[in-house]
């Protein structure tokens, strides 16, 4: 797996292309690659353009010194029933279950592996300084009993995991609209035990029930509004009490979750990607190997080119050579702080919310009064913050808990931590520390801004000269003291849990990114604003593409997919061969 792939940090003043694509995340990487691949293009005609020094994006793959494996910091892994991220992972066809008949798409070769989600008899959640097991919700309901907690819930609901108590909602909402409960009753299940619910919905189905979903329930405030216009945190209220909210916020892992956004958009999320049939997989080389393997791709063709360290300021239609080239861009090389200028036929913005405000927003494009309905648009998602914390530690501690992959949970501003392996030969451990997202920014960012930074200490095959070179991405010490508290906490007195002897902190908030994740608002029309951000303006050659203007947001496939879209309305071409005809890329 090749991850040098060569990156020109230079400038060539008037560069003449077709097509200019800002960002190498995924959603640019592949639209690259597209294009190039299919033939509609030559390679000097499509050029990308990032202010970073890698590729990616979001996704960042890390090797910790004395140790022998990859940890993420940014997106860490697929669902299988993600075709395009799976094929370009795997190969196709995806029936073929031997990988090694399967033709792959990529020159590179990935080796996708489970993605170790660990025991629910021996992790831990932790709630209102209560320890349980994972499990321990449905060890007591094989047992004919409900569990007790330190949450007050309604008798209807007492006994629920977290979970399960999501499935109730969501199926008490849907079976609550007619015409829902109609069309899909079978594929809407109630269990025989009072705790299961299922859905067999298909994302096309999803599509269908989402614009025109009612709540309907004549004692709520929300009555006969759709669903679509509503708050997840205010429907959740509503269907188990704020308490309920507050149980399935803590012990779901994950704020962002619950925080509250499109409850139309938050059904098919919380069923699809969290529930129990859920097949998660990742790349042995790292999972932002998808990158680079996709940019490789594109690379092996003449003329190709990946132009990092050269952030967009401003673009414009008033300039000289308008007569062949529709677009001058003018971008800052943050190595020499030289602006120089590439003009262009299309323009290809392969970007998060924030890095499109970060962008000159008195341009013809982004002005307000020329165009409220894109900056109205643009503001249709929230950002989500993200903070994660890599520790290395010198023998894996957790096993004393049999403790062997997989993530606990707790209320605690960590909120999770992930075991990610240890490496045969040194011992050495590594630990995603903490995935603290929206309610917990706060808490972290006080201590990120600190002045004094961790002390890296030398390990088996890892020297301080070594360790040394990572002091610039080091957490502060005040957040790793922080954080060795809430994990003893967490763990329990039964342990001894040693100091790390090396940390690696990325916070997402920070530009051009905006955010690790993005969700969309309440009271937007996702099936409009989708298929809208992809060409915003109908007589420009300007596209936004991305994780964040997706149905899939917080996944890779969400990016590809978009990609896609655009490159099938708007450039005329075909679906891609090694993709299934029926597989369904959304609105």
Not at 145 to 151: E, S, V
Not at 316 to 333: I, M, P, V
Not at 576 to 581: E, G, N, S, V
């Amino acid at each position: 797996m090749n991850k040098k792939t060569p990156l020109n940090s230079g400038m060539h003043s008037d560069l003449k292309i077709e097509v200019a694509i800002i960002g190498a995340g995924t959603s640019g990487l592949y639209t690259a690659y597209r294009l190039i691949a299919d033939q509609k293009f030559r390679a000097d005609q499509v050029q990308i353009f990032d202010m970073n020094n890698k590729l990616g994006g979001r996704l960042e793959s890390v090797v910790m010194p004395g140790m022998n494996f990859w940890g993420e910091l940014g997106g860490m892994r697929y669902l299988t029933s993600q075709e395009i991220v799976t094929t370009l992972i795997e190969g196709y066809p995806l029936t073929e279950p031997d990988l090694n008949k399967r033709t792959p798409v990529l020159k590179d070769k990935m080796t996708p592996i489970p993605f170790p989600m660990g025991d629910p008899a021996e992790l831990l959640m932790y709630l209102r300084k209560e320890r349980f097991k994972q499990d321990a919700w449905n060890v007591a309901q094989d047992e004919g009993k409900k569990l007790a907690t330190r949450y007050y819930l309604n008798d209807d609901d007492d006994g629920f995991s977290s979970d399960q108590l999501f499935n109730k909602v969501i199926y008490e909402v849907l079976m609550a609209d007619p015409w829902v409960a109609e069309q899909y009753k079978d594929k809407i299940i109630k269990g025989k035990k009072v705790y299961d619910y299922s859905f067999k919905l298909t994302s096309e189905d999803w599509d269908h029930i989402k614009p025109r979903l009612v709540y309907n329930f004549p004692n709520s405030p929300y009555d006969q509004r759709k669903v679509n216009d509503l708050g997840f945190w205010n429907l959740i209220k509503d269907q188990i009490s704020q308490e309920g909210y507050e149980f399935v916020a803590n012990a779901g892992g994950y704020y962002s979750n619950t925080i509250n956004w499109n409850s139309a958009e938050a059904f098919p999320y919380m069923v699809g990607d969290f529930s129990a049939e859920t097949i998660y997989k990742t790349i042995e080389e790292g999972y932002d190997s998808i990158a680079y393997a996709v940019a490789n791709s594109y690379m092996d063709h003449d003329g190709a080119c990946i132009w990092s360290e050269n952030k967009l300021l401003t673009f414009t239609k008033e300039h000289h050579l308008a007569h062949s080239h529709k677009y001058q861009l003018t971008f800052l090389n943050l190595k020499t702080n030289t602006t120089w200028n590439v003009y262009a036929n299309t323009l290809v913005l392969a970007m998060p919310r924030k890095s499109l405000e970060l962008l000159d927003q008195n341009n013809f494009f982004f002005n307000i009064n020329e165009n409220s309905v894109l900056n109205t648009n643009i503001r249709s998602v929230i950002m989500e913050p993200a903070f994660k914390i890599l520790m290395g530690f010198q023998y894996p501690w957790w096993k004393d808990l049999k403790i062997d992959s997989g993530h606990s949970i707790t209320d605690l501003p960590m909120r999770q931590c992930y075991y990610f392996g240890t490496d045969p030969e040194t011992n050495n451990s590594m630990l995603l520390g903490s995935y603290g997202d929206m309610e917990t920014e706060t808490f972290w960012k006080a201590l990120s801004d600190d002045q004094l930074l961790f002390e890296v200490k030398a390990a088996k095959s890892a020297s301080l000269k070594e360790l040394h070179q990572l002091d610039d991405v080091q957490a502060t010490q005040l957040m790793v003291d922080e954080l060795m508290n809430q994990l003893r906490e967490l763990h329990g007195q039964d342990i001894t849990i040693p100091d790390p002897y090396v940390t690696y902190f990325r916070d997402w908030t920070d530009e051009p990114f905006g955010a690790g994740y993005h969700a969309w608002k309440a009271g937007y029309s996702v099936k409009n604003v989708m298929p809208y951000m992809r060409k915003p303006v109908a007589d420009e050659s300007i596209h936004i593409i991305g994780e964040a203007y997706s149905d899939q947001q917080g996944w890779v496939e969400g990016a590809f997919c978009e990609a896609e879209k655009m490159l099938q309305e708007h450039f005329g071409m075909n679906r891609p061969i090694w993709l299934r005809t029926d597989y369904y890329l959304g609105w």
